[in-house]
C-alpha cells in the first residue's frame, strides 16, 4: 500500500476483537487515498492471507496489498 499512502511501516493500535475489517477502516481514516479503492484490498496476517472477519491477536504482522488486476 506504500504507492497508495506513501507509508512504508506503520503501526495501528486497535481495541480488543477487532478484524481485518476494523483495521481497514481505520486505515481508510488515517489515509484519505484508501477510499478511493473501490475493490478489495488484500490483507495478509502472519504471511496467510485472511477474511475481513478474522479477529487480529496483538503479535500479528499485518500486510495490506492493492487489489491486483491483469490478464
Do not use: C, W, Y
Request: proline share 6%; aromatic share 2%.
Amino acid at each position: 500500500m506504500h504507492d497508495a499512502t506513501g507509508v512504508k511501516e506503520e503501526e495501528i493500535e486497535l481495541p480488543d476483537g477487532s478484524t481485518i475489517e476494523t483495521l481497514i477502516r481505520e486505515a481508510k481514516k488515517r489515509h484519505s487515498t484508501l477510499k478511493l479503492q473501490n475493490r478489495a484490498i488484500i490483507v495478509s496476517i502472519n504471511g496467510e492471507f485472511g477474511e475481513a472477519s478474522r479477529q487480529l491477536k496483538p503479535t500479528d504482522e499485518v500486510a495490506m496489498f492493492p487489489p491486483v488486476s491483469g490478464g
